[in-house]
């Protein structure tokens, strides 16, 4: 009869490309934008964009089981606000893309195709025009702002 201890093995580390499994709270100065620990916790893939890059940077290294809190500063996570992502909307191609009847509103949250019709973005109705045109923020809504980054890592692949 042996007298071997199986040791576990330790945890694993997360590095780029792997698959996670997580839950993540993420708050600007207003707070929680997402948040899954009262959930289901998320899965992903590092790399594929489902996190900014510098929260993905700040996961490297880290092991299943641990937990951590980040304070990122304002325009590091999703870049600073920029201007030029502020653009008006005609009528036209709004009912194209959508519902021709929409009525929309200050503050409304809008999802378009991008071009290849695989994903979508989305913009924030800032002003609507007498003609129906829409002015929409397509930055992200924590651009330019700090951000607040919980992760408890449960799993890597």
């Known amino acids: ?3 071997d201890v199986l040791t576990p093995a ?7 490309g792997a698959f996670l499994t997580l839950h993540y ?7 929680d934008i997402i948040n899954t620990f009262g959930g289901q916790p998320s ?3 590092l790399g594929t964009g489902a996190l900014s890059p510098a929260m993905e940077n700040r996961l490297i290294g880290m092991r299943e089981g641990e937990r951590a809190i980040w304070e ?7 870049g600073e606000k920029n201007p030029q992502m502020r653009q008006w909307v005609a009528r036209k191609l709004l009912a194209e893309l959508g519902d021709p009847d929409e009525a929309y509103r200050i ?12 994903g979508s973005y989305a913009g924030v109705v800032l002003e609507v ?7 929409f923020d397509f930055n992200h809504p924590l651009a ?11 799993g890597v692949l």
Do not use: H, K
């Open 72 to 78: 990122i500063p304002a325009g590091e996570a999703f």
């Open 144 to 154: 330019g702002q700090p951000v607040t980054f919980e992760v408890a890592l449960i």
């Open 25 to 31: 709270r993420l708050a600007g100065p207003a707070g």
């Open 129 to 135: 025009s007498a003609d129906g045109a829409v002015l």
């Open 107 to 118: 503050g409304d949250v809008v999802q378009f195709p991008t071009p290849n019709g695989v």
């Open 10 to 16: 330790p945890p694993r580390q997360v590095e780029p």
């Open 43 to 45: 899965t992903l893939t």
């Open 1 to 3: 009869m042996s007298d």
